[in-house]
């Protein structure tokens, strides 16, 4: 593999659909990074992963891959890297030993020894058919077979929506484990703020197939900030100073994009540090600019 800065650099990338525009998106997921990729279901997310696969053709706008032109050297890219999708994409005859058995042939570094190691981890069967697994253990069985052939990027779409808040934790650890290797990156995409926060590195934030925000996220969270304020307070801040405000009975929770320059122009209000569930939530909402 050649040299690269970024795992992914996405520049202007367009796909329209009929009511749907994924809107001249640019970012980049540095290499030996963990990039949350985060957005209401709509947003766009499952669209941009399936560009970047080459499942969906762009209209618009170029995706490199690990410095690799992503339609051109599509068949390099795809040795070096595993996807892992909410659904099983595997018949659900089949079981473990048959998956070790057709990856084989499938991918020159796929190592048996890795795979099974996963599975016993996991506490996975082989020999029970995939049609009996539940949801929990047809995600591991998923990254199980993605973390065995060696690969340098890992591109989830939801992968953990759906399962309980051990199996969770347990996959985190994994992927956590997986980037002790500077040379691997991980994209995932998630609404399940509290993961993301947990393990990212940097977040790209999309809202109706427009970027919204992207960056490191602990300078996202550090900028960010909640106002709390009485009705009094809130009837004297700027509408340009915030990007929307919950109104509650008692006042308002107002988000502030700089913290820092809210906490001088409005002294006496208090600032609550922030997550990232609060910023998608405000963001979401900034079309009412007020919302209860």
Not at 197 to 218: C, H, M, N, Q, W
Request: aromatic share 10%.
């Amino acid at each position: 593999m050649n040299d690269y800065a970024n795992a992914i650099e996405i520049n202007g990338l367009t796909k329209k659909y009929d009511g749907f525009t994924l809107d001249k998106l640019s970012f980049n997921v540095p290499k030996g990074s963990i990039m949350g990729f985060i957005g209401q279901n709509g947003a766009g997310k499952s669209t941009t992963i399936n560009t970047i696969l080459n499942i969906v053709k762009a209209d618009e706008g170029s995706i490199k891959v690990m410095g690799l032109d992503h339609i051109k050297d599509e068949n390099e890219i795809k040795r070096n890297i595993a996807a892992v999708f909410d659904e099983l994409p595997f018949n659900e005859q089949l079981n473990a030993n048959d998956i070790d058995f057709i990856f084989q042939d499938l991918f020159e570094n796929w190592d048996s020894e890795t795979y099974f190691g996963y599975l016993d981890r996991f506490a996975l069967p082989r020999k029970k058919k995939f049609g009996q697994f539940s949801k929990g253990m047809k995600m591991k069985l998923q990254i199980a077979s993605a973390l065995s052939h060696g690969a340098k990027l890992l591109i989830m779409d939801e992968a953990t929506t759906g399962l309980d808040p051990v199996v969770r934790n347990e996959i985190l650890d994994i992927f956590l484990e997986y980037l002790q290797d500077e040379d691997n990156s991980i994209l995932m995409s998630s609404h399940i703020t509290s993961d993301l926060e947990k393990i990212a590195d940097s977040v790209t934030f999309i809202d109706k197939g427009k970027l919204l925000l992207t960056g490191y996220k602990d300078d996202i969270l550090d900028s960010h900030g909640i106002l709390k304020c009485t009705k009094k307070d809130f009837a004297e801040i700027e509408k340009s100073d915030f990007i929307s405000a919950r109104l509650t009975d008692f006042g308002a929770d107002v988000m502030v994009a700089d913290r820092r320059a809210a906490a001088k122009k409005y002294s006496g209000i208090t600032i609550d540090k922030t997550t990232l569930e609060d910023i998608m939530l405000f963001y979401v909402s900034r079309g009412k600019k007020e919302w209860r």
